[in-house]
């Protein structure tokens, strides 16, 4: 069978589906063909309805499937009824009757199907929903639809009946030694690396052993617990790929793609286990000498983790900051670290020659402006090698979703309307709040520097205290050229010797100006 896959993946960063590279590689390993339409403005203008048909046409699919995150359901919505339309049957002739043509299934999957299926399903838009992870349901699916069997009763599989959802039960997590190797070739994938600088992704694992409100996480393992009946211990929801198999996926990659600067390993926690960051470590420099980023928790990284990073080649090591505010880390987010854990941690990394990164939100749901002054003297503490930050987002089916509609913070027409977390924030915390949230969302790196302890903080304090002063009209005017500014002020800050943060690389990207001036 011919299986069409659609990634929307409009107005946001340039993505990469594990997901899809994951279905596709087991799908053709039983014989069918695979067929990949990415959305994306940055590969190509996003398509009008005609363009977007015609693709569809073209492939002349069995079965349509969509990949979705929740950011872009909203343009998934779209992009399914167009697909219905390009896949409706000609008006039969009366004349010369014919036998009726099968209709294509659409059927989604993603981390939105997973946590709101019923949603998806009462769109009216997709005949299937798969939920969780579906590598080898799917292709049972596509193999019984190949031989005219029934699907119904398939694991992880939702429809609706009687026109309620109806959701099979999850079948046990796959284990990763099984599957075959992931397939880019259904990505323009020499594309996505030239487009992304030469980075280029992998992942390691699956799982995640915490339950952080704002993340999925939670909402998965709930799932298969109840569907399996089974405890989170005995659930296996962090699996390792074998260390020699994520050696040959390396090799490929190395072997088959060009301009490849930098590998990021995308698992929520790649130093969960001491173990296979060890064996990792010892295998990793006789394969690749390019450098390589993980994601690592203050509580799973020490000296010796740190160590055998550096020495394997490791250039980044990436930590979930989250909040200065240990109130909103405990009680909203569920984040049970201290911050004198997390200023030691970014030490450990920067004694062993680690570059750190941290992830920051803004605009959580309960944050008064205290706490989010708690980041910022968390960051001047800490002084990571560069932070990202985002707008917290309430996805629907975790818990920071429920408190953030609890609290009445949601703005339900703004949040409909985001397609990413970094432009805008979707919560209401009063004009006041919600000036002083856009002001810091904007400029985090000139806060920062304003309040560390650094010769340039003589530079940024009054930038700082004059953004403060600005009512909503002065703030509008001035913010569309503070990018520039920025960038300005940097330049000059270079060139007397003075470190600072500058926004680099993206707009919600804070790096330290001893790391970018290194490069040049």
């Known amino acids: 069978m011919k299986i069409l896959f659609i990634y929307p993946n409009a107005e946001s960063q340039l ?54 995150v929740t950011n872009q359901w909203a343009y998934t919505t779209k992009l399914a009824q167009w697909t219905r339309e390009a896949l409706q049957p000609p008006t039969p002739d009366t004349r010369h009757p014919t036998p009726a043509p099968r209709q294509v299934p659409l059927v989604c999957g993603g981390i939105h199907a997973t946590v709101t299926p019923e949603e998806v399903l009462r769109s009216g838009l997709f005949d ?9 349901a799917f292709a049972e699916f596509v193999d019984r639809l190949a031989a005219g069997q029934p699907v119904e009763a398939l694991p992880n599989l939702g429809r609706l009946v009687n026109d309620e959802p109806r959701l099979n039960p999850v079948q046990p997590l796959p284990e990763l030694s099984r599957l075959p190797p992931k397939d880019y070739s259904i990505f323009e994938f020499q594309r996505l690396i030239d487009a992304k600088n030469g980075w280029v992704g992998l992942m390691a694992s699956r799982g995640c052993p915490f339950a952080c409100t704002y993340c999925f996480n939670h909402a998965v393992v709930r799932r298969y617990q109840h569907d399996l009946r089974c405890t989170a211990s005995q659930l296996n929801y962090i699996r390792f790929e074998p260390v020699p198999r994520l050696m040959d996926e390396i090799r490929h990659l190395l072997a088959t793609y060009r301009n490849i600067r930098m590998f990021i390993f995308d698992d929520d926690l790649f130093t969960y286990s ?41 250039r980044i090591v990436k930590f979930g900051l989250e909040s200065g505010s240990e109130r909103i880390r405990r009680r909203v987010l569920n984040r049970h670290m201290t911050n004198p854990q997390i200023v030691d941690a970014l030490a450990t990394a920067h004694q062993h020659g ?36 985002t707008y917290f987002f309430p996805y629907p089916g975790t818990k920071g979703y429920d408190l953030s509609v609890e609290g009445g913070f949601v703005d339900f027409e703004r949040m409909k309307a985001l397609a990413n977390f970094t432009d805008a924030s979707c919560l209401n915390f009063g004009p006041e709040q919600n000036l002083y949230l856009r002001k810091v969302g904007k400029i985090l790196p000139w806060f920062v520097n304003a309040a560390c302890a650094w010769p340039a903080a003589a530079e940024y ?28 002020v940097s330049e000059r800050l270079q060139k007397q010797g003075l470190s600072h943060y500058a926004v680099k690389y993206n707009p919600f990207m804070g790096v330290v100006s001893d790391f970018f001036a290194m490069e040049g």
């Not at 983790?305 to 020495?311: D, E, K, N, V």
């Not at 309960?366 to 960051?379: G, S, V």
Request: aromatic share 10%; net charge negative.
């Open 461 to 488: 304090k009054p930038r700082v205290e004059k953004l403060l002063a600005m009512d909503e009209a002065q703030w509008d005017a001035a913010a569309p050229s503070l990018l520039a500014e920025d960038s300005a």
């Open 128 to 136: 299937y929903v798969f939920v969780g992870e579906c590598d080898e």
């Open 274 to 314: 001491k173990d296979f960051v060890l064996e990792f470590c010892a295998a990793y420099p006789k394969v690749s000498k390019v450098p390589f980023v993980v994601n690592a928790h203050v509580g799973f990284f020490d000296t010796d983790r740190a160590r055998h990073l550096a020495g394997a080649g490791c």
């Open 354 to 389: 680690l570059h750190s990164s941290v992830f920051v939100m803004v605009g959580l749901p309960q944050e008064q402006p205290e706490d989010l002054r708690a980041t910022i003297e968390l960051l001047a503490e800490a002084r990571p090698g560069r932070f990202r930050w």
């Open 15 to 68: 993505g990469f589906s594990y997901g899809l590279a994951h279905l596709s590689a087991v799908l053709k390993t039983r014989g069918h063909d695979v067929e990949l339409l990415h959305v994306c403005e940055k590969l190509a203008p996003l398509p009008s309805f005609d363009e977007f048909c015609a693709a569809v046409k073209r492939a002349q699919p069995d079965v349509v499937g969509f990949s979705v």
